[in-house]
């Protein structure tokens, strides 16, 4: 049983799509799947992808729509559902996920291929984990945008056969890169949509302190640790999350699973 819809069910939360499942469950699905079998891919939505998403980025709908697994990142997401709406969104963050399968489940002889990062991180995940079969490939910028740097990065997948495939190029390139590898049909295991969760394993970047965890902040201790890098990414493309969440509250007729997606239109 290949499709993890059919044992957990779809949830459509603000026009993305959701799997209603948890940590423990993803890990057993991934677990249990086949590294032979052709290649399939997780994504994390967060609130920026929502927003995304409501603005219309193909790129991101198509990824969301055609995703194997789709989890929730965000615990602003989580908060919204529960509080506006009495939803319960399971919360399985691309970093726990990270975390939790370096944590036993991958063995430093198991094969893993990396698209992203740098020689600094292809050195930290060799010496602080002990990977011996570590494959890491670091396009070029902007690679996303053109069919040819697709096709360079996923033909390395395709060269590289692994049962885990960290995309860590960040949003929406790893979707876009995961929908190429899908659509030409050459790859094997699962990819993973986790930005720079990678980092986090290796110590190269610090998680925020638990309470900003718990309350939702951690956003915030990203924004004032890397403000001029990230002040757009939170204050552009993620806080409008709000207004996206209060359309769907307050217009009669919407639905907090409905799929519409049209709200800047």
Request: hydrophobic content about 45%; charged content about 20%.
């Amino acid at each position: 049983m290949d499709q993890p819809t059919l044992l957990f069910p779809e949830r459509w939360f603000l026009g993305a799509r959701f799997h209603e499942i948890d940590l423990p469950d993803t890990l057993a699905l991934l677990r249990d799947r086949s590294p032979e079998a052709p290649f399939v891919y997780v994504t994390t939505p967060n609130a920026q992808h929502v927003v995304r998403i409501q603005r219309g980025h193909t790129g991101n709908i198509e990824a969301n729509d055609r995703a194997w697994l789709s989890t929730c990142d965000s615990r602003v997401l989580a908060r919204l559902a529960i509080l506006l709406f009495g939803i319960r969104l399971p919360l399985v963050a691309g970093s726990d996920l990270t975390v939790a399968l370096f944590d036993g489940r991958i063995g430093n002889q198991d094969p893993i291929c990396v698209i992203g990062g740098d020689p600094a991180l292809e050195v930290s995940l060799r010496a602080k984990l002990g990977l011996a079969n570590l494959a890491l490939f670091d396009p070029p910028f902007g690679f996303w945008r053109t069919d040819a740097g697709l096709d360079e990065a996923a033909s390395f997948v395709e060269a590289h056969p692994s049962r885990f495939v960290f995309l860590a190029c960040g949003a929406p390139q790893s979707e876009l890169l995961a929908v190429r590898i899908v659509d030409r049909g050459r790859a094997t295991g699962v990819g993973l949509c986790v930005g720079a969760s990678l980092k986090f394993v290796t110590g190269q970047a610090t998680r925020a302190p638990r309470f900003f965890q718990v309350a939702g902040l951690e956003w915030l201790h990203r924004l004032m640790s890397e403000p001029r890098r990230l002040w757009r990414r939170f204050v552009v493309e993620q806080m409008p999350v709000l207004w996206v969440a209060a359309r769907f509250r307050l217009q009669p007729g919407f639905a907090a699973n409905h799929r519409r997606r049209d709200l800047w239109q």
